[in-house]
């Protein structure tokens, strides 16, 4: 079992907040993919589904923690006991400002670079859990990156943003079979990162 852990807030409120990018992709992945209904297990609504890959369909639990984002490494961590599966199981999708709007790159090892629920994930799973850091930019101050995570996407980002989960949803076999380099490349392919305005306020990421 695989399973594709989503990074965000639950409710109403935080649904299409930045923060709220793990959440947003697994919601196009169950629809693209044919999941089944959603249902609360593990402090989390789950579902569960199989990818087709090259090497066959493999099972696949789409995980949405509903304890909150600085804390969702305790809900992995019920799922991965559940199965008995360690974090080389678990994959997490997030938004990562240090990133620009749009890039999306594929980690595996290392630290969390200031990201809590990352930080929360290797705390409960080990450094071992493999992440999906997809870009939103940074606003420019260290002051205004909460308010700016917790702020919904703008009409510019949705530009970008809804292409993007339609790249992630198509080249999601790649991320199933391990072949991570293959998936980040078909991802940028079918939905190029857009180029930054340098007359915008803040900086877009690091790359």
């Known amino acids: 079992m695989l399973i594709l ?8 409120k935080y649904a299409k907040n930045r923060h709220n990018t793990g959440f947003l992709l697994l919601d196009r992945i169950h629809a693209a993919h044919g999941f089944g209904p959603w249902r609360a297990k593990f402090e989390s609504e789950i579902s569960e589904g199989t990818v087709a890959t090259p090497e066959g369909r493999q099972k696949v639990l789409l995980l949405k923690p509903q ?11 019920k799922a991965c006991t559940f199965y008995k599966v360690g974090a080389e199981a678990v994959t997490v999708l997030h938004d990562e400002i240090d990133l ?10 290392g630290g969390h670079s200031g990201n809590n629920g990352v930080r929360s994930a290797i705390a409960h799973l080990g450094p071992e859990v493999r992440r999906v850091r997809v870009g939103v930019g940074h606003p420019g101050d260290k002051a205004m990156v909460m308010p700016y995570v917790l702020s919904d996407f703008s009409k510019a980002d949705l530009a970008w943003f809804e292409p993007l989960g339609e790249a992630v949803c198509a080249a999601l076999p790649y991320l199933i079979a391990g072949d991570d380099e293959r998936f980040q490349t078909e ?6 990162a857009p180029k930054h305005d340098p007359k915008q306020t803040g900086r877009p990421g690091t790359e």
Do not use: C, D, I
């Not at 852990?5 to 109403?12: K, L, R």
């Not at 620009?100 to 090892?109: D, I, M, N, T």
């Open 5 to 12: 852990a989503g990074q965000g807030n639950p409710g109403a």
């Open 67 to 77: 304890t909150f984002y600085n804390e969702s490494g305790r809900a992995m961590s």
């Open 100 to 109: 620009a709007p749009g890039r999306v790159r594929v980690k595996r090892g």
């Open 187 to 192: 991802v940028m392919r079918l939905a190029p």
